[in-house]
């Protein structure tokens, strides 16, 4: 049975040979991927997947994670400022589920809170062009939320 959870202890427990992880930020128009070697150490922005119908949806990923040896899911959870669910989050838990049924994988939800707002800030600070920040966001932000799953996951792995 697949699993959804927002605890990371748990999402290891599921895990424990490890393996490469698939990052997700889940947008109205665009999921951006990254991925993350095995050993959990760095996250990589892949790219964007323009959204169409949810079964497609759920196919490309799918059909990315069996080709990249993917072992879990993480999706970033837009929680509201205060920490509370919004209409949106909901609609990423129900995603959520849902892929981690099409994929067979575990899914753990991050907290997604300023991932775009850093990524935005890092491509200004590298002076991209707006078409630029444009085209890679979403692949980025998902990247900021692997990269901060892991840094969790990896204490966990190591008992810090």
């Known amino acids: ?10 999402f ?3 895990l424990p040979d490890g ?4 990052g997700l930020d889940v947008g109205t128009r665009t999921i951006g991927l990254a991925t993350a070697s095995a050993d959990w150490r760095f996250a990589t922005a892949r790219t964007t997947l323009k959204r169409s119908k949810p079964a497609a949806d759920m196919a490309a990923i799918a ?7 993917i072992t879990g899911l993480v999706i970033g959870l ?3 400022m205060n920490g509370s669910d919004s209409e949106r989050t909901q609609s990423v838990r129900a995603q959520a589920r849902n892929l981690a049924k099409a994929t067979g994988r575990p899914v753990l939800l991050w907290d997604e809170r300023w991932s775009t707002v850093a990524v935005e800030r890092a491509m200004l600070e590298a002076d991209l062009s707006r078409a630029k920040r444009a085209e890679r966001v979403d692949a ?3 990247a900021h939320i692997l990269e901060g799953a892991l840094a969790r996951l990896a204490r966990i792995g190591t008992g810090v």
């Open 1 to 10: 049975m697949t699993s959804v959870t927002t605890d990371a202890e748990a």
């Open 12 to 14: 290891v427990a599921l």
């Open 19 to 22: 393996g490469r992880l698939l």
């Open 63 to 69: 059909a990315l994670a069996d080709a990249e040896g």
């Open 78 to 80: 837009p929680l509201s």
């Open 140 to 142: 980025l932000a998902a």
